[in-house]
């Protein structure tokens, strides 16, 4: 098909290096191709009623490559695609998706670019399903992405969570405490695993493997019998306790699994103990130079995707390979971290806990 218009929409959760992909695909759609671009604002809700685009040029993406968040605006609290029954419960709502494609087609639109997560991606196929030419670039700080190696954002994530456990440890260690410290990770805990190892952490808590509280008291008491007498633990936000559950701030909302730990902590042990969330500083400021390239890289394979007529599909890079992947197989799933892979055993073997350590226990 001849392509002369395509557009680019950014869904979900905002990450480092979103603006630096829109930069990347504008650039080479215009250099390369001298195709029209223009931006869908708001995600997906941007053509649907009154279509809100942009247009993006080369002098409208000028400056964005080291700048954070998304000029598009995004939205992870939209009902695209889902409609409540008259027993209120949700079911899926075909006259969004029609809607979409129609508004798409009637603004000459040869195709989509969709940056997003595993529920994005698989609002992209079903558009695909729809009759709309569709590729998906992959976008998630959490790095749980199935199909590619790693998602811009998530290197940023890793770094700003480094920092503050550098942090933690000077402040831990003048006050013999022992600091929690909460990242993002609802399903998988690809960033506390990273910045634990990073940051030289005694415990990694994560959503693949269930943790019990006396192990990591162990580990305290441990440290405090050889004379370090301050403890550094990162925890995930999905992460849980065995045969407990994920611990919530308000339906809907992942949160409050750091305080818990630290409460929980500070009586097994009797050591002052205190938590932080770090929250939404991990998706927020500039990206790091190998986000701003593994961003470079995604636009304009996106680009590439487009002139090759690989719709239906995700831009991917495995073993530092620009392809793409079917979007049916990314769609609505997570990569987890691997519970004995090379991560996890490096982490274990410098004395790192996860809270599983059952002989640590029963000693």
Known sequence: MAIRKVAILTSGGDAPGLNGVIRAFVKSAVIEHGWEVVGIEDGFEGLVGKPRLRPLGLKEVRGLLGRGGTILGSTNKGNFGWRKNAQGELERNDAAYQEFVANAKAEGIDAVVVLGGEGSQSIAHDLGNFGLPVVGVPKTIDNDLVGTDQTFGFDTAIGVATDALDRLHTTAESHDRVMVLEVMGRHAG??????????????????????????????????????????????????????????????????????????????????????????????????????????????????????????????????????????????????????????????????????????????
């Not at 995930?236 to 818990?260: C, F, K, S, V």
């Not at 690989?310 to 987890?336: S, Y």
């Not at 519970?339 to 410098?350: E, F, I, N, P, W």
């Open 190 to 363: 690809w960033i506390a695993l990273h910045a634990g190892l990073a940051g030289g952490v005694d415990a990694i808590l994560i959503p693949e493997i269930p943790f019990d509280l006396r192990a990591l008291a162990h580990k305290i008491n441990e440290r405090d019998s050889v004379g370090s007498s301050f403890s550094i633990i990162i925890v995930a936000e999905g992460a849980m306790p065995t045969g407990g559950e994920a611990i919530y701030q308000r339906e809907g909302l992942l949160g409050g699994i750091g305080y818990y730990v630290a409460n929980q902590l500070a009586t097994l042990t009797d050591k002052d103990t205190r938590a932080v969330v770090l929250g939404h500083i991990q998706r927020g400021g500039s990206p790091t130079p190998i986000d701003r390239i593994l961003a470079s890289r995604y636009g304009v394979g996106a680009v590439w995707a487009i002139s090759q007529g690989r719709f239906g599909q995700l831009v991917a890079i495995q073993n530092d390979q620009l392809i793409t992947v079917p979007l049916l197989e990314c769609a609505n799933k997570i990569k987890p971290v691997p519970v004995d892979g090379q991560m996890v055993r490096t982490a274990r073997s410098l004395g790192v806990v996860f809270g599983d350590e059952e002989h640590r226990i029963n000693q």
